[in-house]
């Protein structure tokens, strides 16, 4: 199969033929119809996940066609559309017996712990665990930004951020996820503050719902900013990028009691992170993490998704194939680009 392929971290990836996956008694082989570019994916491609075997084939966030199944695998069959969270449990850890799959003890990432997406096939494992089912009316482009930004977005927002109708959400970095989010927080009725330092990604940020923006780059104190629009700070704010900056800017941005939610991933030399913890004390912050979703807690996403409510297919603004992806993986770093980027790995480019 064709699949892009690098062999030192942060030089040229490449695309060329490689074997096929198979499956594991308890995994699929998908054959892949669509797969999203991350800004995960460029971390990786620069070396700052430790998961990482060389030679590697990237790529997490997919939807396709069941292609083979392992011997034990009871709930689906070739043929079957599907896509998966970019966390796929094992089923049954403490994590998992809790519904906690998303954070399983166990757990591995397609593109990160082995071989994933951007590629012709995939191999997933524990198939009755983390498959989801693809509508039939859902496009294989829009379902393969459910897997990573999207149901990331959703659980921030809405389980881990616990939105509600009425209250100021600020979403700092509208890249994938943050444009994800300032929809979903929209939708759930918030009154949505954008932040990013691109006029562009704050334009496409209004037109998924954001009612203010600030423009990082020219605010010298963006949480102050903030606290100004809201009347004393966000209910709710949410790190979508994931810098010392924008981790910092939203903890500051926050009202009394308020919640800040860390999504965006946050790679430094030491892995830690300076936050400004005596503003929670002080205000009695709450200070969440979100990593992903579980594949049982999709239902109600797709529900919203269904009946219009949710608009992830507005957030794909270009496709590309498998050829174009390495010069496009290697731009994630520098200009990332505003929305989302599908990888269609059958396309030969029109
Ligand atoms: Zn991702
Ligand atoms: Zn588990």
Redesign the pocket.
């Known amino acids: 199969m064709r699949a892009v392929v690098f062999e030192h971290f942060g030089e040229p990836a490449e695309v060329r033929d490689v074997p096929a996956p198979r499956p594991a008694d308890h995994g699929v082989v998908v054959r892949v119809e669509a797969t999203g570019l991350c800004r995960s994916d460029w971390h990786g491609w620069q070396g700052h996940d430790p998961d990482i075997t060389l030679p590697h084939v990237p790529g997490h966030e997919l939807a396709g066609v069941v292609e083979e199944i392992g011997a034990g695998v009871h709930d689906w069959h070739p043929g079957d559309r599907v896509t998966v969270p970019f966390v796929c449990?094992?089923?049954?850890?403490g994590?998992?017996a809790a519904g906690d799959?998303q954070v399983?003890?166990?757990?591995t990432q397609p593109g990160f712990t082995h071989w994933g997406s951007f590629a012709e096939y995939v191999a997933l494992d524990h198939a009755d665990v983390n498959l989801v089912a693809v509508p039939d009316e859902m496009s294989f482009a829009t379902a393969a930004s459910l897997g990573c930004r999207f149901a990331t977005a959703f659980r921030a927002v809405v389980q881990q951020g616990r939105v509600a109708a009425g209250e100021w959400v600020v979403v700092h970095g509208c890249g994938g996820v943050g444009l994800s989010a300032v929809m979903i927080a929209a939708a759930a009725g918030a009154r949505v503050v954008a932040v990013d330092v691109s006029p562009g990604a704050l334009d496409l940020a209004r037109k998924f719902g954001a009612a203010e923006c600030v423009d990082a780059g020219r605010t010298t104190d963006p949480a102050a900013a903030i606290r100004e629009l809201t009347g004393g700070g966000a209910h709710l704010s949410l790190d979508a990028l994931g810098s010392l900056v924008t981790c910092a800017a939203s903890v500051n941005g926050l009202r009394r009691r308020g919640r800040h939610i860390q999504v965006g991933l946050l790679p430094s030399a030491d892995g830690t992170t300076p936050v400004p913890m005596a503003r929670a004390i002080a205000l009695e912050l709450e200070l969440l993490g979100s990593h992903g979703m579980a594949a049982h807690t999709y239902p109600p996403m797709l529900e919203l998704v269904r009946a219009g409510a949710l608009r992830p297919d507005l957030l794909v603004t270009s496709t590309i194939t498998l050829d174009a992806t390495p010069d496009a993986l290697a731009s994630m770093g520098t200009a990332p680009g505003a929305g989302v980027t599908v990888i269609e790995p059958w396309s030969r480019g029109r």
Not at 89 to 93: E, K, L, P, V, Y
Not at 104 to 107: I, T, W
């Open positions: 449990a094992c089923g049954t850890c994590a998992c799959q399983c003890e166990r757990q």
